[in-house]
Each structure stands twice: as structure tokens, then as C-alpha cells.
């Protein structure tokens, strides 16, 4: 009758191998697959400026001019929004959008205090934009899109409230939230989206993209049926 050897106790660094690589692929999986936002009590770390992702690189990509109206996905506490809003003039406008409302309220009275007074607030999901079709000449968003769950979603409504010929921003940071760039691109193309530009490195970069050719006329159809495109060619405010 066969009999069968005892096992071999595992040696404790074995053990231990096993156990960190285990504890490094949950660690990976958290750090990339979480999708929740900073919270409110955490806001101190959203006004830091980010390496590579400075304001003179987001006014190269983004190129704000006077009269248009953008919107941004995921203010935070108003770092991009305080920057980019005064650069629209009195007639443009910035609406922001996020989900969470102290973000918003944080983001108003700043704007207050600075005396900014074409910022707009509204609590939204982004994977629902709550506005019409081709009402942004450019839409933005700055180590956002990672925060929330299906960012393709996002990016597809980004592509349907984008003006014939508008612009669609993304910055990304490497945290628990960041896109890689290869995969934004991915998700970009499926929404109908074209690279336009690109600055900065894989782990610190801003990308431009525009709505691709075929999508850019049921844009313009949109804005010409509501009669929504004011005298100077900007969208009526």
C-alpha cells in the first residue's frame, strides 16, 4: 500500500514572501481601483500645487479666452476654478460640478472672497451631466476623473456637452486616483475624443482632446436648435 510523505513545513521566509506579495497586490488593487472622492476633511491637501500641473501648463493646454463658458468636473476647494474663472471675463462663465456639496459651498465662498462672481455651482453625478447637448466651449478636469467609478461614462458625457469644435482637458497626478495615460487615451477614442496635445510626464500630465470629426456635427445641430450661440459666436449666457 502506498503511503504518502509528510509536507514540509513552509519555511517562515517563505512565508513571509507570500504573505507581502499578497499584501502588495491588495495594496495595488485599493490603490488603483479606489474610486471615492477626497473627502471634505481632507480638502487641506487639494490646495497644494501639483509638480507638472502648474497653472501656466493648464492655461497652455486649457487656453481660456473671455466670453466662453467651460465646466469643471471635481473642483475640489476651487485651485483650478479661482485661476481659471477671472480669465473668462464678465460675459463668460464657469460652471462647476461635483458631488460632493461642501466642496461646492468651499468653492463659492472663496469665490466670494476674491470677487469672482461668474462661477456656478451644481451637485451632480458627472456620469449624468445635467446640461444639454453642445453647451461647453471646453470642459476640464484636474486629478478627478480617476475618483470616480466609470470614468468612460465620463468622458462620453464630456464628449456630448462639448461645442462643435470644443476641448475637453484632463490633469492626473499619481495617487490612488491617477489614470494612466495609455488607458485615458483608450477611453478617450472610445468616447469619440481625438489627442490633441499632451505635456508632462506619465505620472504628472495634461491632455487636450477634441471631439472627433464625426461627432462634431450632432454638437453644432444641437446648439443651432435651441438658438443657444450668442452674437459674439460663444454660447448665450
Not at 61 to 77: A, D, H, K, N, S
Not at 131 to 160: C, K, M, N, Q, S
Given at each position: 500500500m502506498a503511503t504518502t510523505a509528510p509536507l514540509a513545513p513552509i519555511p517562515a521566509r517563505t512565508r513571509w514572501a507570500v504573505a507581502a506579495g499578497v499584501g502588495a497586490a491588495l495594496a495595488a488593487a485599493w490603490w488603483l481601483g479606489d474610486t471615492a472622492p477626497y473627502p471634505y476633511a481632507q480638502r487641506g491637501i487639494l490646495d497644494v500645487p501639483l509638480p507638472f500641473l502648474t497653472?501656466?501648463?493648464?492655461?497652455?493646454?486649457?487656453?481660456?479666452?473671455?466670453?466662453?463658458?467651460?465646466?469643471?468636473?471635481?473642483?475640489?476647494?476651487?485651485?483650478?476654478?479661482?485661476?481659471?474663472a477671472p480669465q473668462l471675463g464678465p460675459e463668460g462663465r464657469l460652471d462647476v460640478l461635483d458631488v460632493q456639496q461642501e466642496m461646492l459651498d468651499h468653492v463659492m465662498c472663496r469665490a466670494e472672497r476674491d470677487g469672482v462672481a461668474t462661477i456656478r455651482p451644481t451637485?451632480?453625478?458627472?456620469?449624468?451631466?445635467?446640461?444639454?447637448?453642445?453647451?461647453?466651449?471646453?470642459?476640464?478636469?484636474?486629478?478627478?476623473?480617476?475618483?470616480?467609478?466609470?470614468?468612460?461614462?465620463?468622458?462620453?458625457?464630456?464628449?456630448?456637452?462639448?461645442?462643435?469644435g470644443g476641448r475637453l482637458v484632463v490633469g492626473e497626478f499619481f495617487d490612488r486616483h491617477w489614470i494612466p495615460f495609455g488607458r485615458l487615451h483608450r477611453l478617450a477614442d472610445a468616447a469619440g475624443l481625438h489627442l490633441t496635445e499632451r505635456r508632462g510626464p506619465s505620472l504628472a500630465y495634461l491632455a487636450r482632446f477634441r471631439p472627433c470629426a464625426a461627432h462634431a456635427p450632432g454638437h453644432q445641430r444641437g446648439r443651432l436648435a435651441r438658438g443657444d450661440r450668442g452674437t459674439n459666436g460663444h454660447p448665450a449666457r
Open positions: 497653472a501656466d501648463r493648464m492655461d497652455a493646454v486649457l487656453q481660456p479666452r473671455p466670453g466662453e463658458r467651460m465646466l469643471e468636473i471635481g473642483p475640489g476647494t476651487g485651485l483650478q476654478s479661482l485661476h481659471v451637485r451632480s453625478d458627472a456620469r449624468e451631466l445635467p446640461y444639454e447637448d453642445g453647451t461647453f466651449d471646453a470642459v476640464y478636469a484636474v486629478t478627478a476623473l480617476g475618483e470616480i467609478p466609470e470614468p468612460e461614462r465620463v468622458l462620453r458625457e464630456a464628449a456630448r456637452v462639448l461645442a462643435s
